[in-house]
């Protein structure tokens, strides 16, 4: 609770909602995603296919395509879930590609002209690509050669959302005067999911075959995670259980609602509003920093931008008052 200021001291009503772990199986599955391990051949669109068939759920989603030839983590998710895919969509990615040269170059120069890549540079997307093909600017956060064997260069390289590793190793390459293509690639993270939380498509047919016949819900419970997990990483304000029905409505959040915020909060930023029950209502920009919002009585603090728990979850005591 340190990393918190706390602006009123309440307590929850245990009649209302659920902490996220204690969910029936069936809100579990409808609130929650999971790390798929894609494997080599199909496309992350059949992938969602699969997983939406084997949970016998109406909805599925993806949260950042992989061509068929690439492998690694595929957050999908479910229901009420899909809600947040355009948010993990615009996270930062990492991978792991073998990158194979045209010609013979000494080591010294692959890693002299690999770090002048990290920074933002010029991408226009591939010929094979879906999007349009205009150029953009991209920025490569890190890159670190992890093995070089003749003309096979193994890197790590993490990015910003939407760069295309395969145009980086061709850039790479001429930049080498030599050429070059990408051989291999897997992504090993989407934001803060990694591929130690992945599982297999077959993994996740096991867990859901031992819940519906056999009644186990703890294989399921550890490779389908909640929807809260995937925004951790954000900062945290915890709003009133009378102002959540509010907020769901599409009300902005007033300070009159707030229980405690994140000391990290600042101004501008992207903030996931939390119930005192740890269940995720919604996402939205800070309208001042937390230092702030623990000086005022009144006044808007938080520009809801989506939501994501359903309405009446939580009563409705607002009476029609548009913020709180």
Known sequence: ???????????????????????????YIRKGFVCIDKPMGPTSHEVVVWVRKILEVEKTGHAGTLDPRVTGVL??????????????????KEYVCLMRLHGDVKKNEIEK????????????????????????????????????EGRDVLFKV??????????????????????????????????????????????????????????????????????????????????????????????????????????TVKSGQKVALFTLKNELVALGKALMDAEKMSEISKGIVVDVERVVMERGVYPSVWKGKQNL
């Not at 591939?126 to 992890?146: F, N, T």
């Not at 859901?208 to 954000?234: C, Q």
């Open 1 to 27: 609770m340190d990393q918190f200021i706390v602006i009123e001291d309440t307590t929850t009503d245990e009649n209302y909602g659920s902490y996220p772990t204690k969910r029936t199986m069936e809100d």
């Open 75 to 92: 957050p999908v998710f479910i229901e009420n879930a899909t809600k947040l895919i355009k948010f993990l969509q615009e996270s930062s």
């Open 113 to 148: 002209v690999m770090k002048q890549f990290v920074g933002k540079i010029y991408q226009r997307p591939p010929l094979k690509s879906a999007v349009k093909k205009k150029l953009r600017i991209r920025e490569i956060y890190d890159v670190e050669i992890l093995e070089i």
């Open 158 to 263: 993490s990015t910003e959302s939407g760069t295309y590793i395969r145009k980086l190793c061709k850039d790479i390459g001429e930049v080498l005067g030599v050429g070059a293509h990408m051989q291999e690639l897997r992504r090993i993270k989407t934001g803060k999911l990694s591929e130690d939380i992945c599982y297999t498509l077959q993994d996740l047919l096991d867990a859901y075959i031992f819940w519906k016949e056999e009644g186990e819900e703890k294989y399921l419970r550890e490779i389908i995670k909640p929807m809260e997990v995937a925004v951790a990483d954000l900062p945290k304000i915890v709003v009133k259980d009378t102002a959540v029905d509010a907020v769901c409505h599409g009300a902005d959040l007033s300070i009159k609602g707030v229980v405690m915020v994140e000391k």
